[in-house]
């Protein structure tokens, strides 16, 4: 049975909340031809207005689309060469001109050049002790940054969830710590997600079970507050889950009991927590816009929490000026940008 925290708010004290889009596009037929499988990741450069998708699985690589879906370039084939893939679901970008893949399948960081063509080839080691669990990396003051994941090392508030790379890509420091609901506890979900804020040298994470944020300082690692009360439609469950083994009863499980903590978003203004409740309905290929999406809407400064709104499509990521991006049509791939504000706005 699911639980819903003691930190609850009742609806009457929420402020209403509405999405309003800002920019609407589809993805170009030849964006689309290498978009089999649309990942539910997409990544803003931080240095111009371009946008970053890639697959599930089948074609490998990063696709690159300007702000209206037209086709720029795309990054990687299949393969085990120096240039080439077999995993490209963990990426971000340095800038205007470097992309940064991480491969698992070949325990590889592949910086790629896209001026020169040139690809820097950089160890994932695992055994530094962190795997990286986020599927963005983000590049913040000469370092990159992931959620991960410590292995063999139990979850706890004091065990690490982020992890910081120099430029070289070799880990230098871990920081973060889990929502004090796991207490060691051997669970589903506890990947954590991100929102960085290179600026004020703080990165807000969340796991997948819970709904709580926490915001730590990237530069000392303090632990500087978290977020009490929980949106009304995250439900959370008591069940200890190791393995799903049964697809249907794990549809079933996220359906009616848990839902799942996607993406973390900020903006000057807010924090928004990106969270879906499934159809429980299972099918071997999930139609993302089949399950109900909502943000929850925190004060970015106190903490508060200001309210939730259910959106009509999954939310795939934030540009960078923190706006929300959308599949609005998930059968011809249309996107819209969206900004969550009052209904008195």
Same mark, same amino acid.
């Given at each position: 049975?699911?639980?819903?925290?003691?930190?609850?708010?009742?609806?009457?004290?929420?402020?209403?909340?509405?999405?309003?889009?800002?920019?609407?596009?589809?993805?170009?037929?030849?964006?689309?031809?290498?978009?089999?499988?649309?990942?539910?990741?997409?990544?803003?450069?931080?240095?111009?207005?371009?946008?970053?998708?890639?697959?599930?699985?089948?074609?490998?690589?990063?696709?690159?689309?300007?702000?209206?879906?037209?086709?720029?370039?795309?990054?990687?084939?299949?393969?085990?060469?120096?240039?080439?893939?077999?995993?490209?679901?963990?990426?971000?970008?340095?800038?205007?001109?470097?992309?940064?893949?991480?491969? &698992?399948?070949?325990?590889? !960081?592949?910086?790629?050049?896209?001026?020169?063509? $040139?690809? %820097?080839? =950089?160890?994932? *080691?695992?055994?530094?002790?962190?795997?990286?669990?986020?599927?963005?990396?983000?590049?913040?003051?000469?370092?990159?940054?992931?959620?991960?994941?410590?292995?063999?090392?139990?979850?706890?508030?004091?065990?690490?969830?982020?992890?910081?790379?120099?430029?070289?890509?070799?880990?230098?420091?871990?920081?973060?710590?889990?929502?004090?609901?796991?207490?060691?506890?051997?669970?589903?979900?506890?990947?954590?997600?991100?929102?960085?804020?290179?600026?004020?040298?703080?990165?807000?994470?969340?796991?997948?079970?819970?709904?709580?944020?926490?915001?730590?300082?990237?530069?000392?690692?303090?632990?500087?507050?978290?977020?009490?009360?929980?949106?009304?439609?995250? &439900?959370?469950?008591?069940? !200890?889950?190791?393995?799903?083994?049964?697809?249907? $009863?794990? %549809?079933? =499980?996220?359906? *009616?009991?848990?839902?799942?903590?996607?993406?973390?978003?900020?903006?000057?203004?807010?924090?928004?927590?990106?969270?879906?409740?499934?159809?429980?309905?299972?099918?071997?290929?999930?139609?993302?816009?089949?399950?109900?999406?909502?943000?929850?809407?925190?004060?970015?400064?106190?903490?508060?929490?200001?309210?939730?709104?259910?959106?009509?499509?999954?939310?795939?990521?934030?540009?960078?000026?923190?706006?929300?991006?959308?599949?609005?049509?998930?059968?011809?791939?249309?996107?819209?940008?969206?900004?969550?504000?009052?209904?008195?706005?």
């Amino acid at each position: 049975m699911g639980v819903f925290f003691s930190g609850c708010v009742n609806k009457k004290e929420q402020e209403k909340l509405k999405a309003v889009p800002i920019h609407d596009f589809e993805l170009s037929e030849t964006t689309q031809e290498y978009l089999l499988r649309l990942y539910t990741q997409v990544v803003d450069n931080p240095d111009k207005d371009e946008l970053l998708f890639t697959n599930y699985g089948s074609v490998v690589g990063v696709v690159i689309t300007d702000y209206q879906g037209n086709f720029i370039e795309k990054i990687g084939e299949k393969g085990r060469g120096p240039k080439e893939l077999l995993t490209s679901r963990f990426f971000g970008a340095r800038d205007s001109n470097k992309v940064l893949i991480l491969d &698992k399948a070949l325990a590889l !960081f592949k910086l790629y050049n896209r001026e020169s063509g $040139e690809v %820097s080839l =950089y160890p994932y *080691e695992v055994k530094t002790g962190i795997s990286i669990t986020s599927r963005n990396i983000s590049f913040c003051n000469d370092m990159w940054y992931a959620g991960g994941q410590m292995l063999d090392v139990a979850p706890r508030p004091s065990t690490p969830t982020i992890a910081k790379f120099d430029k070289n890509l070799s880990l230098i420091d871990t920081l973060g710590g889990y929502d004090p609901f796991f207490n060691g506890r051997k669970d589903i979900l506890q990947e954590t997600s991100y929102s960085l804020d290179c600026e004020n040298e703080i990165v807000y994470t969340v796991q997948g079970k819970t709904p709580k944020i926490q915001a730590f300082s990237t530069a000392t690692g303090d632990l500087l507050g978290s977020t009490e009360i929980h949106p009304p439609s995250f &439900k959370v469950s008591e069940k !200890f889950i190791t393995m799903a083994s049964n697809p249907q $009863e794990m %549809s079933r =499980y996220l359906s *009616e009991e848990q839902s799942i903590s996607l993406h973390l978003a900020h903006n000057d203004s807010y924090l928004y927590l990106v969270f879906r409740n499934d159809s429980g309905i299972y099918k071997r290929n999930r139609v993302l816009n089949e399950s109900s999406h909502f943000v929850g809407v925190y004060d970015k400064n106190t903490f508060d929490f200001i309210g939730e709104v259910k959106v009509s499509g999954a939310i795939l990521g934030t540009t960078k000026r923190g706006n929300l991006i959308m599949l609005k049509d998930e059968e011809n791939l249309g996107i819209q940008i969206i900004e969550i504000v009052p209904t008195s706005s």
